[in-house]
């Protein structure tokens, strides 16, 4: 595709693409994230960290994830493979599973995709955990990430934090609620 990059930082670009009618449509661009589901099916509960969240200026449930590339130009240098992104996103899912929330995930499934919107592409890749254990090492907090703590909350808890606002990153809480409802778990 033809595109301009017109600004550019360490994790958004600004870009124009050509339109067929000579306009210019305005994308922000920013390399994708992830987010990890632990669950325990057989108790019916799910870990979520309580991180401080800046946007916020408060503590937000959370599932445990982070940044697929630690910089737009990772990103952009992988997008020149034409690789698929679900390799590089599960083996991020499994790394934040260890630096958030202390667990060492052996193998994950991919559940869902977040498109943010047509303007704004930040992509969020959703992944189950599989065969996972508390990881000897506890938590490896990246600088600056404040996470206060690390729970399992009951199926039903998790559903009514979602609903009340208690989970405040809404895509996530979104696909959230349609795991808790998939296959009646």
């Known amino acids: 595709m033809n595109e301009e990059i ?12 050509p339109q067929p009618d000579g306009r210019k449509f305005e994308v922000a661009r920013r390399a994708p994230g992830v987010r990890l589901i632990i669950a325990d099916t057989d ?5 979520l960290t309580k991180e401080f969240r800046r946007e916020l200026q408060d503590y937000d449930y959370r599932l445990p994830g982070g940044k697929v590339f630690d ?3 990772e990103f952009e240098e992988f ?8 390799e590089p996103a599960a083996a991020k ?3 934040e599973a260890q630096e ?11 559940f869902k995709k977040s498109t943010l919107g047509a303007t704004v592409e930040w992509d969020l890749y959703v992944f189950e955990a599989a065969n996972w254990a508390e990881h000897e090492d506890g938590q490896a907090l990246e600088e ?4 206060e703590d690390v729970s399992w909350y009951h199926f039903e808890e998790v559903e009514r934090m979602i609903l009340e606002g208690q989970m405040q990153e809404e895509r996530i809480a979104l696909i959230l609620l349609q795991w808790l409802h998939h296959d009646d778990r």
Request: charged residues 30%; without cysteine; aromatic residues 4%.
């Open 71 to 73: 910089s737009l130009a």
């Open 6 to 17: 017109i600004a550019k930082g360490r994790l958004f670009e600004l870009v124009h693409l």
């Open 93 to 95: 899912a499994k790394a």
């Open 100 to 110: 958030e929330a202390g667990m060492a995930v052996k193998d994950v499934k991919f």
């Open 144 to 147: 600056g990430e404040q996470v």
């Open 79 to 86: 997008r020149q493979t034409g690789r698929d992104i679900l």
């Open 43 to 47: 108790t019916r509960k799910l870990l």
